[in-house]
């Protein structure tokens, strides 16, 4: 039982990480709760589910640093699972692509299958080789041609943005365990820090935005980007990541700022490319799973770039 | 055998449109929780009947049917025990001769105080096009004035699993539930404000749409 649980623990730094977020979410409900007392004219409910949902998300995500890989691959397979079904339900499919949708479901357990058994040259190139090849083909032998190259382009990119690049973060946890660089711990630590560091990115971004952005950055497919926004919350996340990054991975300082970089500015990028597909549908949001924030994917875009880059910048320096 | 249909529903239905597809219902209060009631939907997919029946308690399962076309699920004996036993629909015979009545055995769920589900477009149809409704709903909720008539609108579902097909492909669902109706005398106007009804579901059914400059 106390082997059992010794192997469950937390590494101290992310237990100091972690308490971390959970005290900014604290003085967040607790800052809404006497906002909303003092002024209740204004309504809160967007702001309260938004601080709300974050608290599942915490939660969700903490189940996948407590060491247990197979509890870990689960989660993030569901997440792989949920964004897919989401942006399906969100692009137009073709009746006749049918069957060849529940192949690109199933590419999800084959692909954290991969890094279960840490095959890690099959990870790498299963989805962009053979799942890239198969799915044309697939949709060939049904043999309708109306409509062809679009939904096997936004097939293609389904699956490579919710299942490959999600699938990077689960990879990130196990990647030093597998080369004998550490354990599943250091790899908790790794996979905390760029999540971590991109969703406060976001925060950053957005605040930066709010109060020094002026300049447009990409006006036709997302208004409220400003530079402003782009610098300050990039600035941030470097100095973020210079601060936090030598307790929780094996990085040297100047490395650590490096991938703040990456984070911050790649982040913003992984946010514009969903904007701009969701501007192409004409949906506001991607969908409606998590409350306060809108589709999973409005809270993945930025992972699908800043989680592959970022696990190959640190495979690449240190692995 | 009512058990049956509850073990349908708990292993099955929910399964299938809580996490293999993904459900999301506006005004689940509105549904019906004591019959007689009718409670009508659109009709795209087989799933339809899986996921309104999802959207009852289980406690309430027992007293909820659907209607069904006979000539479909009374194709051969193991269908018809499965439709019939486990799925608990009521088979509607699809143009019947003079002197059958095709609605009888919806007639007698209603007297019995169940809650009855119907298809009034008739057929599955075209995925995501509403057919015209159809006048057996009205000659039914005639010999029961006092039930309320329940529109529900399900949206995603004949992507899901359309004619012809067998698997189902998980897509997210939603579902909005409309006001309760009562019967009146006027047959076209009665058709027609259940028609205008799910047409208004579906508007706010389909995902909130960006103001395009």
């Not at chain 2, 119907?118 to 995501?128: D, K």
Request: aromatic share 12%; charged share 15%; hydrophobic share 50%.
């Amino acid at each position: 039982m106390t082997d059992w649980f010794a192997t469950l623990a937390l590494p101290v730094p992310l237990q100091w990480a972690l308490g971390g977020v959970v005290i900014l979410l604290l003085v967040a409900t607790l800052t809404i709760a006497i906002l909303s007392a003092r002024k209740p004219e204004k309504n809160w409910t967007e702001l309260k589910l938004r601080v709300r949902t974050w608290w599942w998300i915490v939660g969700f995500f903490s189940l996948s640093l407590i060491g247990s890989k197979g509890l870990a691959l689960l989660v993030f397979a569901l997440i792989s699972f949920l964004a897919l079904k989401e942006f399906l339900t969100l692009t137009t499919t073709r009746e006749a692509d049918h069957v060849v949708l529940f192949w690109a479901y199933l590419t999800i357990p084959l692909q954290y299958y991969w890094i279960h058994i840490t095959w890690y040259g099959m990870f790498i190139i299963f989805i962009p080789v053979y799942v890239f090849l198969f799915l044309p083909m697939r949709m060939v032998l049904i043999g309708e041609t109306k409509g062809f190259l679009r939904a096997a382009s936004s097939l293609q990119w389904a699956v490579m943005l919710t299942v490959f690049c999600i699938s990077h973060l689960p990879a990130l946890l196990i990647l030093p365990e597998t080369v004998h660089k550490g354990d599943i711990a250091t790899g908790a630590m790794l996979l905390f820090f760029v999540v971590a560091l991109t969703q406060s990115n976001d925060v950053a971004q957005y605040l930066w935005g709010k109060s020094i952005g002026r300049i447009k950055v990409a006006p036709k497919v997302s208004p409220n980007k400003t530079l402003g926004g782009l610098l300050g919350g990039a600035a941030t996340t470097t100095l973020l990541a210079w601060l936090i990054g030598p307790y929780l991975t094996p990085m040297a300082p100047l490395h650590c700022a490096l991938a703040g970089l990456l984070i911050g500015t790649t982040g913003f990028i992984g946010d514009i490319v969903i904007s701009a597909v969701k501007r192409d549908i004409g949906v506001k949001d991607s969908g409606q799973l998590l409350p306060g924030h809108g589709g999973i994917l409005d809270r993945l875009d930025s992972l699908t770039y800043t989680a592959p880059l970022f696990f190959h910048f640190v495979r690449y320096l240190y692995f | 055998m009512p058990w049956l249909r509850v073990l349908f529903v708990l292993l099955v239905a929910r399964p299938v449109v809580k996490l293999w597809l993904g459900l999301t219902v506006r005004h689940q209060e509105r549904l019906p929780l004591t019959g007689p009631a009718i409670v009508v939907a659109n009709h795209n997919s087989h799933l339809d009947i899986l996921t309104l029946y999802a959207l009852f308690p289980l406690g309430r399962i027992r007293h909820v049917q659907p209607a069904a076309a006979a000539d479909y699920f009374l194709k051969n004996r193991a269908m018809a025990w499965f439709a019939t036993q486990v799925v608990g629909i009521i088979p509607v015979k699809r143009g019947s001769k003079k002197g059958d009545d095709p609605l009888a055995g919806c007639r007698e769920a209603l007297a019995d105080g169940r809650i009855l589900i119907l298809f009034p477009e008739g057929t599955r149809g075209e995925p995501e096009v509403l057919s015209e409704v159809k006048s057996g709903i009205w000659h039914l909720a005639g010999e029961f004035p006092q039930a309320p008539v329940i529109p529900v609108y399900m949206h995603g579902l004949g992507r899901a699993l359309g004619r012809g097909q067998w698997l189902p492909i998980p897509f997210f669902v939603d579902v909005a539930v409309g006001h309760a109706h009562y019967w009146q005398d006027n047959r076209q106007a009665f058709k027609q404000e259940l028609r205008d009804c799910l047409l208004q579901l579906r508007e706010k059914v389909l995902p909130a749409r960006l103001d395009n400059d």
